[in-house]
């Protein structure tokens, strides 16, 4: 079982608010990522890290932002919440270089902009 | 998920198989995945197959690839009502490890 945890599982947040999804690993895994999840399904990848003090942009614009300061500890943090950010957030992890490059997944964060 | 398509919805009923069918683009993917999406939870890896391989089996769930025409499905034997969930095929880019996912099918077993 992985031991990835993002924390809260379910938000509901009035518009303008700031607000920061939180994602831990305790497999010391240098890799993370951040998927934003359609409610049609479809994953996106936000934002992704190879270790400390290494941030990238996904595939998809957000307009969240991340830090890696701690190998375990990967938040997501958006200044200004908005209702087209209402969406499931998930957090993934990965060891540095071992094939087949399975990626770990927390249960999600489901947010919720009103 | 525009580089890996999968069709969105099976209903089939228990005890029979489930094919679930993948297309890719990529064909310098090295692995291809299936990852199984339980409601309220994240993706759990299923099974994997390098793309050296035609077929993959493992107890319950066999996996076939077609690499020349970017062909992937995941089939279920003796399918159980707890099998009911999301399946997502992705296919790895480049030597990073990044994943890229398709839209996820749901599949639905009836008694």
Partial sequence: EADIYQTPRYLVIGTGKKITLEC??????????????D?????HLIHYSYGVNS???GDLSSESTVSRIRTE???LTLESARPSHTSQYLCASSPADDRPYEQYFGPGTRLTVT | GEDVEQSLFLSVREGDSSVINCTYTDSSSTYLYWYK????AGLQLLTY????MDMKQDQRLTVLLNKKDKHLSLR???????DSAIYFCAES?????KLQFGAGTQVVVTP
């Fill in chain 2, 37 to 40: 999406q339980e409601p309220g």
């Fill in chain 1, 55 to 57: 941030t990238e942009k």
């Fill in chain 1, 24 to 37: 831990s690993q305790t497999m010391g895994h240098d890799k993370m990522y951040w998927y934003q999840q």
């Fill in chain 2, 49 to 52: 197959i390098f793309s050296n």
């Fill in chain 1, 39 to 43: 409610p049609g399904m479809e994953l």
């Fill in chain 2, 76 to 82: 279920i034997a003796d399918t159980q009502t707890g």
């Fill in chain 2, 93 to 97: 880019k480049g030597s990073w490890g």
């Fill in chain 1, 73 to 75: 500890h990967f938040p």
